[in-house]
């Protein structure tokens, strides 16, 4: 059955990723907004550093590797259940595409500098985060504890609080429905439970602490997932160049930050998941 699930995904993913593009492309037009703001949220500007401190290319890395450990011919003889082994590995794909900072962070300064405010090293700083749930009604942040990081005294957003921001930001901008499109493939416990290796499975459902779901919505959430952050790193390739260009144009200097390479699997017009899901059946 999970291989019958997985074909008829392959014929509508690449529809869906062009959807994802087609409803994210306004925040990535360099029109009315400043290009030295818009350059800022799309290089991620930190501060002094050298080589090899972004763990995008990292992430990036990691993503491409699992991949291509899809497409690799899996032996019944060596491993139990090679569909199972295949989804295990998208199950982690997922897990690392919606934990990633770089796109959350793009996200929330790119709506930011549409609501005529500030590009920002840290959007979701507690204090930055304060000022925007005024005059809105978007839901407000988790109010539970969250974890200290390890290095600095500063609380670590999780993903669904900075989706939660993201939302708030949206609907300040006129735009809701981008904050909107993480609902079709983010879910929190999901998230955890395969970060936290909670998860078992069985048949045709993926059980949790929290209930199970069936496999058909794993693989639908995962193509969603897989087909949003393609289109969303596609948009921003792009949107890199076209802001230099302007920048250029107008005789500016604009300082630019080493970008990883975008792997083949995510290049322009050819969708990260489809690739591999070929594989699977």
Same mark, same amino acid.
């Given at each position: 059955?999970?291989?019958?699930?997985?074909?008829?995904?392959?014929d509508?993913?690449?529809?869906?990723?062009?959807?994802?593009?087609?409803?994210?492309?306004?925040?990535?037009?360099?029109?009315?907004?400043?290009?030295?703001e818009?350059?800022?949220?799309?290089?991620?500007?930190?501060?002094?550093?050298?080589?090899?401190?972004?763990?995008?290319?990292?992430?990036?890395?990691?993503?491409?590797?699992?991949?291509?450990?899809?497409?690799?011919?899996?032996?019944?003889g060596?491993? #139990?259940? /090679? &569909? !199972?082994?295949r989804?295990?590995?998208? *199950?982690?794909?997922?897990? =690392? @595409?919606?934990?990633?900072?770089?796109?959350?962070?793009?996200?929330?300064?790119?709506?930011?500098?549409?609501?005529?405010?500030?590009?920002?090293?840290?959007?979701?700083?507690?204090?930055?985060?304060?000022?925007?749930?005024?005059?809105?009604?978007? #839901?407000? /942040? &988790? !109010?539970?504890?969250?974890?200290?990081? *390890?290095?600095?005294?500063? =609380? @670590?957003?999780?993903?669904?609080?900075?989706?939660?921001?993201?939302?708030?930001?949206?609907?300040?901008?006129?735009?809701?429905?981008?904050?909107?499109?993480?609902?079709?493939?983010?879910?929190p416990?999901?998230?955890?439970?395969?970060?936290?290796?909670?998860?078992?499975?069985?048949?045709?459902?993926?059980?949790?602490?929290?209930?199970?779901?069936?496999?058909?919505?794993?693989?639908?959430?995962?193509?969603?997932?897989?087909?949003f952050?393609?289109a969303?790193?596609?948009?921003?390739?792009?949107?890199?160049?076209?802001?230099?260009?302007?920048?250029?144009?107008?005789?500016?200097?604009?300082?630019?930050?080493?970008?990883?390479?975008?792997?083949?699997?995510?290049?322009?017009?050819?969708?990260?998941?489809?690739?591999?899901?070929?594989?699977?059946?």
């Open positions: 059955m999970m291989d019958q699930l997985l074909q008829a995904l392959i509508r993913g690449e529809q869906e990723t062009e959807r994802y593009r087609k409803q994210l492309t306004p925040l990535f037009t360099p029109v009315g907004i400043n290009p030295f818009l350059a800022c949220a799309l290089v991620r500007v930190w501060g002094l550093q050298d080589e090899g401190w972004d763990p995008l290319e990292e992430s990036m890395e990691v993503l491409d590797d699992l991949i291509k450990l899809t497409q690799l011919d899996l032996q019944p060596r491993f #139990k259940d /090679p &569909s !199972k082994t989804l295990r590995l998208f *199950l982690i794909s997922y897990a =690392h @595409l919606t934990e990633m900072d770089a796109p959350y962070d793009v996200l929330a300064n790119l709506l930011r500098i549409r609501a005529g405010l500030r590009y920002v090293v840290d959007p979701f700083r507690d204090d930055i985060v304060a000022g925007l749930t005024k005059g809105t009604t978007a #839901k407000k /942040p &988790s !109010k539970r504890p969250k974890p200290r990081s *390890l290095l600095r005294r500063v =609380h @670590l957003p999780s993903p669904w609080d900075k989706i939660v921001v993201i939302k708030q930001l949206a609907i300040i901008v006129g735009h809701p429905l981008i904050g909107e499109l993480f609902d079709e493939f983010y879910l416990d999901l998230r955890h439970s395969i970060s936290h290796a909670a998860y078992i499975l069985h048949g045709n459902e993926l059980r949790m602490g929290s209930g199970s779901i069936p496999i058909e919505r794993i693989m639908t959430i995962i193509e969603k997932a897989l087909s952050y393609s969303f790193f596609v948009l921003e390739a792009e949107a890199k160049a076209k802001v230099e260009t302007l920048i250029e144009g107008r005789g500016q200097i604009m300082a630019t930050a080493p970008v990883a390479e975008t792997p083949a699997a995510i290049s322009p017009w050819i969708p990260l998941p489809f690739h591999s899901f070929v594989f699977l059946i």
